[in-house]
């Protein structure tokens, strides 16, 4: 069993930058991607972004691009989301996930990941 661990979210001023972490307890052979999702109160889940663990080749969806970074670092089994200029419809619980591998067609999808971190919560003011 995997358990990841997301750390770094709090109560930021629109404008803000924050980054999050997601430590992994270990990776698994097929462990080849990890993701990030947001989900806001009533809305569905949707995809932050998503980096490779062998490469390090990023993904990231079109409502955030420009605005965050995805890193990693092997050694720890961590992985970062680096926002900046955030905008009240940040606001979200913030969750990782690890999984087999995706492509930039595909890595949005939920199916994609196997194990989930318990999320960190993201509330940008105005």
């Known amino acids: 069993q995997v358990q990841l661990v997301e750390s770094g979210g709090g109560l930021v001023q629109a404008g803000g930058s924050l980054r999050l972490s997601c430590a992994a307890s270990?990776?698994?052979?097929?462990?080849?991607?990890m993701g990030w999702f947001r989900q806001a109160p009533g809305k569905e889940r949707e995809f932050v972004g998503a980096i490779s663990w062998s490469d390090g080749t990023t993904y990231y969806a079109d409502s955030v691009k420009g605005r965050i970074t995805i890193s990693r670092d092997n050694a720890k089994n961590t992985v970062y989301l680096q926002m900046n200029s955030l905008k009240p419809e940040d606001t979200a619980v913030y969750y990782c996930?690890?999984?087999?591998?995706?492509?930039?067609?595909?890595?949005?999808?939920?199916?994609?990941?196997?194990?989930w971190g318990q999320g960190t919560q993201v509330t940008v003011s105005s």
């Open positions: 270990r990776r698994t052979f097929s462990s080849y991607v």
């Open positions: 996930a690890q999984g087999r591998g995706c492509s930039r067609y595909t890595c949005h999808r939920l199916g994609e990941y196997d194990y």
